[in-house]
């Protein structure tokens, strides 16, 4: 391995119990750029020589000390990329440079509170659906028109960088007044870019679209009754899907200024499925069983019907976690996924009649689902699922689910070892759907230390086939994504110049 220190973000956070500031969740301030190849005594088995691209993580990491409570999803955003070509690979990681980002630095202290504390603590305006947070870029990354994007859940600007060099080029020039939120699709078929967002003022969501030009290309409002949470969209060929949900911010707390979410177990889920460059009167709506559901894994056509999988939360507003740090207990309660109980489920939306059916996939607690994009908005055979660690927002293994034959493998990371989301890396030249490995970044708190391992997907129980230490132990994080190299013009010179 071949390491390079870029820069260590000055840091002026303090000692805390809070359990997200620590052990998995510990911040990481530094910048590397790094170099791996086969023989390095870094690189444990050997890096494959049939894939190319690059896998890209997203995560929280605070850098000043927190304005009253800290939530991990209030830290900047860090990006960490590892490319690969020809059997070597290239690690770097930067901070996303966010105007939050930035005015901090200036500031050399924390400027706005967080998801936990009310807007009167933040010392500036912010962002977003709730106005005072900031816009930590630290939810989610895709990669689009060559670009890495990189989004808050909250509906954020949207930031653009390198997914080689790591280069920014600052806030998206596309993006609405009311932001974009986490969870953009990217249609490999078409190379469009799908998005939503939501706010606290009518019509309270919007959808768009985005050209494989990196162009706004539609726009249209989806109109709610109120205030909604959303958080992530699908899509198929010729349609997207977005959702009402019945666990949003409680009405009568709101008109006080208070951000409380409340769920609803009297009320529908409401789906609202358009045409991709549809209209408000081309929206039709479909109504379901009440849940939550964070995360789609996919959906499709099949005749009449749209067919959309994803994760039911059974238990979308769970009990107050035991044990939790004094005035964390709510937090800590909707961050352990045992909890919150997401399982793999199915919904039937019928374009003929109305209907909806459904059913359920799986039993296991599951989350955090990808799968090979070749086959997003269309019928797939192979999921790969993120097991939670019970307590925690951490991911102890991996599920790969064969949906035709109704079978399921897993991996486990092993004892204090924790994954991110693994995306599907085809390999060169595949045919099959599950041709290829699948990636994620592992932290090992036992030994401190982090590595990105790589599983054959065709051989799945076997484990990884390599494993790469990096340079530091790394933060844990929240969504990762894979592109070609063939789609986004990598060279070798590219991976290999640290």
Known sequence: MQAELVGTIPSTIQPSDNPYLTGAWRPTHNEWNAVFANGDAWVIGTIPDDIDGVYVRTGENQINDPIGRYHPFDGDGLIHAISFKDGRASYRSRFVRTKGFQAEQEAGRSLWAGLMEPPHKSARPGWGAQEWLKDSSSTDVVVHAGKILSTFYQCGEGYRLDPFTMDQFGTEG?????GISAHCKTDEATGELLFFNYSKHAPYMHYGVVGADN?????????????????????????????????YWAPELLEKGLHAVQ?????????????????????RWFEAEPTYTLHWLNAWEEGDEIVLDGYFQEEPMPKSYPNAPKGLERMMAYLDQQLLKPKLHRWRFDLKTGATVEERLDDR????????????????????????????????????HDLETGTSEAVAFGDNRFGSEAPFAPRIGAVDEDDGYIVSFVADLNADTSECLLIDAKNFAAGPVCRIILPERICSGTHATWANGSDIGMSENTVLAA
């Open 365 to 400: 607690i599951l989350e955090f689902g990808t799968i090979n994009q070749k086959f997003a908005g269309r019928k797939y055979r192979y999921a790969y699922s993120a097991i939670p660690e019970p307590g925690w927002f951490l991911f102890r293994g991996l599920v790969k």
């Open 174 to 178: 596309w993006v609405p007044l009311d």
């Open 263 to 283: 769920f609803y177990p009297d009320q529908k889920t409401r789906f609202a499925i358009i045409p991709r460059f549809g209209q408000p009167e081309d929206i």
């Open 215 to 247: 162009r706004l290309k539609h726009y249209v409002p989806i109109p709610l009754p109120g205030p909604r949470l959303p958080h992530d969209m699908a899509f198929t060929p010729n349609y997207s899907i977005l959702n009402d949900m019945p666990l």
